[in-house]
């Protein structure tokens, strides 16, 4: 499993290319984040629109985008019970963030993807999703999950167009600005991607 998961070391200066992690789909790269990733990070967590449904509040600074992806840099996604975050870019511009959460097993995983508005409703976000199902899939993962808001209907219709299937509904189950709201948890089996 680990040989899928390439990673290479954190970077530590603003100039560097960050290492890691460079998965291909058709029209985009999935890769580690590092420094280069943290203004344009900032730029679109700090866009309402894309904040309205994500636990941070706009505006999102600079330094808290550059202590983001300090925790993130260069890490192997199926790390054991953490968020890792990979950017999204196509056209040569950082898009979006994808991120994956492994569990103690390393046989589930959830996920959890963002793009910048600019870049919205281009089939970017669905194509990151599904160059990560791919992934963790052939790695061995038995069950992807991911929630989003009852009332998101962007992130509703790109779970479902990858195949992910509705399992619960979650009351008051999310902190979003300042009050608790619903939402929808789906999962993929490996069987059901393979099918
Ligand atoms: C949720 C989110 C990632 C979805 O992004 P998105 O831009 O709607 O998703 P896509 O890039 O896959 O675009 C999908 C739309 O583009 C269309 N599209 C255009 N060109 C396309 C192409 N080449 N391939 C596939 N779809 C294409 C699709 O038909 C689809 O339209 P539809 O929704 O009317 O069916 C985005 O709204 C977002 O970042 N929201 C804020 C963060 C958030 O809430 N994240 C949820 C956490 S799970």
Same mark, same amino acid.
């Given at each position: 499993?680990?040989? @899928?998961?390439?990673?290479?070391?954190?970077?530590?200066?603003?100039?560097?290319?960050?290492?890691?992690?460079?998965?291909?789909?058709?029209?985009? +790269?999935?890769?580690?984040?590092?420094a280069?990733?943290a203004?344009?990070?900032?730029?679109?967590?700090?866009?309402?629109?894309?904040?309205?449904?994500?636990?941070?509040?706009?505006?999102?600074?600079l330094d808290?985008a550059r202590a983001?992806v300090a925790?993130?840099?260069?890490?192997?996604?199926?790390?054991?019970?953490?968020?890792?975050?990979?950017?999204?870019?196509?056209?040569?511009?950082?898009?979006?963030?994808?991120?994956?959460?492994?569990?103690?097993?390393?046989?589930?995983?959830?996920?959890?993807?963002?793009?910048?508005?600019?870049?919205?409703?281009?089939? @970017?976000?669905?194509?990151?999703?599904?160059?990560?199902?791919?992934?963790?899939?052939?790695?061995?993962?038995?069950?992807?999950?991911?929630?989003?808001?009852?009332?998101?209907?962007?992130?509703?219709?790109?779970?479902?167009? +990858?195949?992910?299937?509705?399992?619960?509904?979650?009351?008051?189950?999310?902190?979003?600005?300042?009050?608790?709201?619903?939402?929808?948890?789906?999962? @993929?089996?490996?069987?059901?991607?393979?099918?």
């Amino acid at each position: 499993m680990t040989t @899928l998961w390439a990673t290479g070391t954190a970077p530590d200066g603003d100039d560097e290319r960050s290492t890691g992690v460079q998965w291909y789909g058709s029209r985009l +790269v999935l890769r580690s984040m590092g420094a280069e990733h943290a203004r344009s990070l900032a730029d679109y967590r700090s866009d309402p629109e894309v904040a309205r449904h994500q636990r941070w509040d706009p505006p999102y600074t600079l330094d808290q985008a550059r202590a983001f992806v300090a925790t993130t840099a260069g890490l192997d996604p199926l790390v054991p019970g953490r968020w890792v975050h990979l950017a999204i870019e196509a056209h040569g511009e950082h898009v979006g963030d994808i991120g994956v959460r492994g569990d103690d097993e390393g046989r589930q995983a959830r996920v959890e993807v963002t793009i910048a508005r600019p870049w919205q409703q281009a089939g @970017l976000a669905t194509e990151a999703l599904t160059t990560v199902l791919r992934r963790l899939f052939a790695a061995g993962a038995h069950r992807v999950e991911a929630r989003c808001d009852t009332d998101d209907i962007a992130a509703i219709r790109l779970l479902e167009r +990858v195949g992910m299937r509705r399992e619960a509904e979650l009351w008051s189950a999310a902190f979003r600005h300042g009050e608790w709201i619903d939402c929808y948890s789906y999962a @993929l089996l490996a069987s059901e991607w393979r099918a």
